[in-house]
């Protein structure tokens, strides 16, 4: 019924969106009179920023064509290497350049497509040989192709980082961007205990739960104070007819960008605001870069069911990976089997999803770490969609990020 509710919802909005998008343009046109006095320029203004708010959103493009590498235009395609059921390894290759550290970024699989890491791979590119873990929408999964937990997530960063090695002598890095931090951190433990040719030469994470015990945030408050069945009743829903994975029982995106919207409701109607003044004033460029923000932030997509409860179960209430219970196949998952793995932990000041001490919690799991593959990093005045986008990422935190991989490609 939730599911169904919200197609209904959206179907009604997506009308109402082009309805207003067609009024602003009406309202817009020059041959149109009242587009020069009175309140059209501000009743159009408002159609448009409703016709944003309401428009229908599929996946993104990554869109990167070109990078810079030492002053020249490079080009820049993308190439899918690696294919599974719920997701897939895609590989920017910049054509004419070989070499280069091979750079596996994890994307969070947190209700947002991985283009919304556009700007990290962005700001990599000119440095490093960018893989990216590109997850499917779990409502496009046919029931056919299976369940996925954080078994299986641990299993493709596995089997990604074998395949990435096995194009050369050399072996990956990684970074992890929020959610992935734990899954990750174990894939490393388990390749360690297996001391698996592949395993990265460094792992950086970024402002990931690795322990919420530590500066626990309004995210942690939600997933501790209600009970594992409560989230079993209310959150999942069965994915409807109209789609590849109906029957599927998952967490649906939109619930995920209800709550993330509602958390700081009040800074999302001011850019609204502010987008609507920029429209009036005629300052596309500024309105334009507050939609390209929405359209990537509203992009949403589907969990498994057995993900999303698996994670609020192991990562939030049980506090499996730092409490020493985390198993992967039935088997303990160990950080004291990291020994030769370079570990960096980056933490954003003003971080409201992962609270400081969260992510830095890693290093001092790594019992067996020698001090001087750990680096810890504070990103001061910055929030958790800066640590990986924006230019506090680019000019203060990537920086770091690359002499880190740079002291560490031996």
């Known amino acids: 019924m939730l599911y169904n509710a919200y197609e209904m919802q959206r179907s009604m909005l997506a009308s109402a969106s082009a309805m207003a998008n067609f009024g602003a343009g009406l309202l817009n046109n020059p041959a149109n009179p009242f587009a020069y006095f009175g309140g059209g320029p501000v009743l159009a203004s408002a159609l448009e920023v409703f016709a944003h708010a309401a428009a229908p959103r599929g996946k993104p493009e990554f869109g990167l064509t070109h990078t810079e590498i030492d002053g020249k235009q490079v080009a820049v395609r993308e190439e899918i290497v690696a294919r599974r059921p719920f997701g897939q390894l895609v590989h920017f290759v910049r054509e004419g350049i070989a070499g280069g550290p091979k750079l596996l970024i994890v994307a969070p699989m947190s209700g947002h497509y991985a283009t919304l890491l556009r700007g990290t791979v962005e700001r990599m590119l000119p440095s490093a040989d960018v893989y990216i873990t ?5 409502k496009q999964v046919p ?6 937990d954080l078994d299986d997530y641990i299993d ?10 096995s194009q050369g002598d050399a072996r990956a890095h990684v970074l992890a961007v929020c959610q992935p931090s734990v899954p990750v951190y174990a894939a490393v433990a388990v390749m360690s205990a297996d001391q698996h040719p592949n ?5 950086s994470l970024m402002g990931g739960p690795i322990d919420t015990r530590e500066a ?3 995210v942690n408050t939600l ?3 209600r009970p594992h069945m409560w989230f079993e009743k209310n959150v999942i829903a069965t994915v409807p007819m109209q789609y590849p994975g109906n029957g599927r029982r998952v967490y649906p995106g939109f619930l995920q960008l209800a709550g993330f919207m509602t958390m700081n409701l009040g800074n999302h109607m001011v850019s609204h605001w502010e987008m609507f003044k920029h429209l009036v004033k005629g300052d596309d460029d500024s309105a334009d870069a507050t939609m390209a923000f929405y359209d990537e932030y509203r992009s949403v997509c589907d969990m498994t069911a057995e993900f999303y409860l698996q994670t609020i179960s192991v990562v939030f209430q049980d506090h499996s990976l730092p409490m020493g219970t985390m198993t992967h196949r039935g088997k303990l998952v160990d950080p004291a089997a990291i020994t030769d793995v370079a570990l960096l932990a980056i933490e954003g000041e003003r971080d409201d999803i992962s609270g400081l001490g969260q992510t830095k919690a890693a290093l001092t799991l790594a019992t067996k770490l020698p001090a001087k593959h750990k680096r810890y990093h ?7 969609y800066g640590i990986f986008n924006g230019s506090k990422w680019r000019t203060r935190i990537a920086p770091v990020l690359e002499a880190w991989i740079a002291t560490h490609k031996a």
């Open 216 to 218: 626990p945030t309004a």
């Open 143 to 148: 029931v056919s192709d299976g369940r996925f």
């Open 134 to 138: 590109d997850w499917r929408d779990a």
């Open 156 to 165: 493709y960063v596995i089997d990604w980082l074998a395949h990435i090695g």
């Open 378 to 384: 504070m990103a001061e005045e910055v929030g958790h």
């Open 223 to 225: 997933a501790t104070e």
């Open 199 to 203: 395993r990265p030469m460094t792992l």
